[in-house]
């Protein structure tokens, strides 16, 4: 047999916290068995290029990043203040779109792109911005750094209408023209646009044609009344697109009746349509008009996942109008998400590793839906962290990442 490119001795595997030898061959895990130390039939056994004494780390699947704009990064000494609600936000950031070029795109988004990488991202999402003012520059520079960061990080591109498409003539042609260029996904803002019904038929139909899944921004208040989510699960079925269907934000639902919500998520479970929750961005801009009984500004996430709803959580946004904070670390949100949702018992704890990596694996409709399993790829982490609780909890920077099997960090 093929010696080993890697042998990584004794981390605990975070999900089930047992010692396990992880071996690595031809960018794949070769086998995860249990037990410990040097004289272990598995060491023994097995040679390889490369040995690890891994026992004071705790070993994930690679992170992936399900939500976030590369091209709206790092903006905020370019905001003239503080965006006061959502609507303001937009406003803020349309103006600063006529000062970009492509290399300011390019700069902002591989200084995120390089910091989620060392965190131990290995696949992400972005919503790339389509308007006729941008026109397809972020296109074209998400392209090229899709291109460059091959071998590091997997980046899926979404053809984004932040302005909406009825409100910006040509907008519609820009994104089927996107979807030409290889999108990975359409999609969708309908609370930014004329008619929420018009925009998401418009972009089912457009997804529908190119055989590609669907990803929204959706029902982002905290208006109860704001039900869009339910247009979503009709065309969902409408267009046979189950399992292929994400909604980002879906707070208003998070405003709604407990009795309305659970009604509404066991109708999104049953269209497999899954949720990413961005509590970073939600937190913030929502309930500013609440002068008591503030609102958590939050998707319901246990309604959701109690239904059998597959929810994952992103970054949405690092250091701009919408979000003046941030790190581009995935395990930062998941803490967040674990004190504003209630999450805090060791089961949720693994919950929350897998809303970053197998479940979102998932809902990018990509691979390593498994974790860490023979013949999975070899994209995994590993943090300097006794257990999942204190990699939920502590977070720690020092992370030894691999992506299909060669060490990057």
């Not at 960018?27 to 004071?56: C, P, R, W, Y």
């Not at 970054?315 to 930062?332: E, Q």
Request: one cysteine or more; hydrophobic letters at 40%; glycine letters at 8%.
């Amino acid at each position: 047999m093929k010696q080993l490119d890697w042998l990584l001795r004794d981390c605990l595997n975070a999900a089930t916290g047992e010692r396990v030898q992880i071996g690595i061959r031809d960018g794949k895990i070769a086998f995860m068995e249990a037990g410990a130390g040097e004289g272990s039939t598995v060491s023994a056994s097995h040679k390889a290029d490369n040995e690890l004494d891994a026992s004071e780390y705790t070993a994930m699947p690679g992170l992936i990043e399900t939500h976030i704009h590369l091209d709206k990064a790092f903006l905020t000494e370019r905001m003239p203040g503080e965006a006061a609600d959502l609507k303001e936000a937009i406003s803020m950031t349309a103006e600063l779109k006529s000062g970009y070029s492509p290399e300011d795109i390019l700069s902002r988004s591989r200084k995120l792109l390089d910091r989620a990488s060392r965190f131990g991202v290995t696949r992400m999402r972005t919503q790339v911005e389509i308007d006729p003012v941008l026109r397809l520059m972020s296109w074209h520079s998400a392209v090229e750094l899709k291109k460059e960061y091959e071998g590091k990080l997997d980046l899926q591109l979404v053809a984004f209408p932040q302005e909406g498409i009825f409100w910006q003539p040509g907008t519609a042609q820009l994104l089927e023209e996107a979807a030409r260029e290889g999108a990975d996904a359409i999609g969708g803002v309908p609370y930014n646009d004329r008619d929420s019904l018009e925009h998401l038929e418009y972009v089912f139909r457009l997804a529908e044609s190119f055989g590609l899944p669907v990803d929204l921004h959706l029902d982002f208040s905290d208006d109860p009344e704001q039900l869009a989510i339910l247009d979503v699960i009709s065309l969902t079925k409408k267009y046979g697109l189950q399992g292929r269907v994400a909604v980002g934000h879906l707070t208003s639902l998070g405003s709604a009746e407990l009795d309305t919500a659970k009604r509404i998520a066991a109708e999104m479970a049953e269209a497999d349509i899954h949720v990413f929750t961005l509590p970073a961005t939600d937190l913030y801009l929502n309930g500013r008009q609440d002068t008591c009984r503030i609102r958590r500004g939050l998707t319901p996430v246990r309604a959701l996942l109690d239904a059998g709803v597959n929810v994952c959580f992103g970054s949405n946004n690092v250091r701009n109008a919408f979000t003046p904070f941030g790190t581009g670390d995935p395990l930062d949100i998941a803490l967040l998400l674990a004190q504003t949702a209630h999450m805090g018992s060791a089961r949720e704890a693994r919950l929350l590793a897998d809303m970053c990596t197998t479940n979102a694996a998932r809902a990018l409709g990509s691979r390593g839906t498994k974790g860490l399993f023979p013949g999975e790829p070899a994209d995994l982490v590993l943090v300097k962290a006794d257990g999942i609780l204190d990699v939920i909890y502590d977070r720690p920077r020092e992370r030894l990442v691999w992506k299909s099997g060669e060490r990057i960090y």
